[in-house]
């Protein structure tokens, strides 16, 4: 712990990615946390009290801050999706771009994961224009920006769905019209180089509201512009998005028909459009089904003993004997569940000395829907939490009597 042991693990201000300063701030600063060193039990001891409170709490702040780990499903999601921005962008054509749907439950790492993928196109985007905006005007300074990445507002309409993505650039909108605000949205990204634009919580869309279809009708129509669309939600396919659209049997790619010119939807060039594309991609859960599933999970587990901070040896600590079966029924294999669960037991541990994660620990942590408060249960964004069941109890096994005394027997008259 050298150097000024509170700077090295105190976080920095709130970071909002929904604004290009805090995007731009989270890009930098998302792998340089450092977490607390390795340290035996006989090391800690011999610490002074504020020396091991000082690690305490920087485990703490280790444990609370647990690495986003890859796995074979968020893989496959980040794929699809640098493929889809990396094709829209490098294409010299003028026709409508590819957008990427991403479906999943909640707390299942969907928006980590699409948030990663996308950081590191920007990275390798900005590094081959020297960091500039290469099609930006001579004289102007406009921001470069990627990447924008905004949330559906919950019960959207147009005006609040542009509003979000023009505070993404910090654009001035005050006393626009809705039709003002669509153009200035169109030339947001443009003026921006935005090559991929991430709406995420898009089924908070219940589309029985004429706003939402409107909303909807609004997203489509930018796939008309040079930018990758990247929707991200809870069950988007029953949440009337795609009820419109038709599943291409050779591209498996979700194809609609031209946006109509109805209601309050600001669509002006409506006629002319083509079909508008979208690929889902599904960001599954771990399973426990088979051998190569179990595989996965404990492989998953591995990677996650590393980042503990526990006194004792945390070699199986998660992947020995019964726990990952167990760890696997408590969370259904979501990790978002995962990671506040060893989260929780880590403080337990801590806090009774055992300094060791085992099963009758664990179960002293109940998880509920306040653990998880970002998320919209009235969007469906919720997991399902299993219950802590508690475990058997043995059976004592049966006393041998055959030399049970039962006392004087009855006088034979």
């Not at 980590?112 to 300074?141: I, K, S, Y």
């Not at 960001?283 to 426990?288: A, C, G």
């Not at 979501?334 to 060791?356: F, P």
């Amino acid at each position: 712990m050298s150097g000024d042991p509170v700077a090295s693990f105190l976080p920095g201000p709130p970071v909002d990615r929904t604004v290009w300063e805090g995007w731009q701030r989270w890009c930098a600063t998302r792998r340089q946390f450092q977490p607390a060193p390795v340290l035996t039990a006989r090391q800690y001891a011999d610490r002074s009290p504020r020396q091991r409170r000082l690690y305490d709490l920087h485990r703490l702040a280790t444990h609370s801050s647990l690495p986003v780990q890859a796995t074979p499903m968020s893989d496959l999601v980040a794929d699809t999706v640098r493929a889809c921005i990396e094709d829209g962008a490098f294409s010299h054509k003028a026709g409508t771009r590819t957008g990427v749907m991403v479906n999943g439950g909640g707390a299942q790492g969907k928006t980590e994961t699409v948030c990663e993928a996308v950081a590191c196109f920007e990275e390798e985007w900005l590094a081959l224009h020297g960091q500039v905006n290469p099609d930006a005007m001579p004289g102007t300074r406009d921001l470069v920006a990627p990447v924008a990445y905004v949330r559906c507002p919950v019960k959207a309409t147009p005006i609040s769905t542009c509003q979000r993505i023009l505070d993404f650039y910090g654009e001035d909108y005050k006393g626009m019209r809705q039709e003002d605000l669509t153009r200035l949205v169109k030339r947001a990204i443009v003026d921006h180089a935005t090559k991929a634009l991430i709406i995420d919580d898009i089924t908070r869309l219940k589309l029985h509201r004429e706003a939402d279809q409107d909303v909807l009708d609004l997203i489509r129509d930018m796939m008309s512009m040079p930018v990758t669309l990247i929707l991200v939600g809870v069950g988007i396919p029953s949440s009337g998005l795609l009820r419109d659209g038709r599943r291409d049997p050779k591209s498996g790619q979700w194809i609609f028909p031209p946006v109509r010119d109805r209601g309050r939807s600001p669509n002006p060039h409506a006629a002319t459009q083509h079909e508008r594309r979208f690929e889902l991609v599904e960001l599954n859960t771990f399973s426990y089904d088979t051998p190569e599933q179990i595989n996965a999970w404990t492989e998953h587990l591995l990677a996650l003993e590393g980042s503990l901070r526990l006194l004792n040896d945390t070699s199986g600590m998660l992947t020995g004997g019964t726990m990952p079966e167990y760890l696997f029924r408590r969370t259904a294999g979501v990790v978002g569940l995962l990671e506040k669960i060893i989260q929780r037991g880590c403080r337990l541990a801590i806090a009774d000395r055992s300094e060791l994660l085992t099963i009758d620990l664990l179960q002293q942590v109940a998880l509920s829907a306040t653990d998880l408060p970002d998320l919209d249960a009235d969007s469906g964004e919720q997991p399902v939490i299993p219950p802590v069941k508690a475990r058997p109890r043995k059976k004592p096994k049966p006393r041998n009597t055959v030399f049970d005394d039962d006392g004087p027997g009855e006088a034979v008259g």
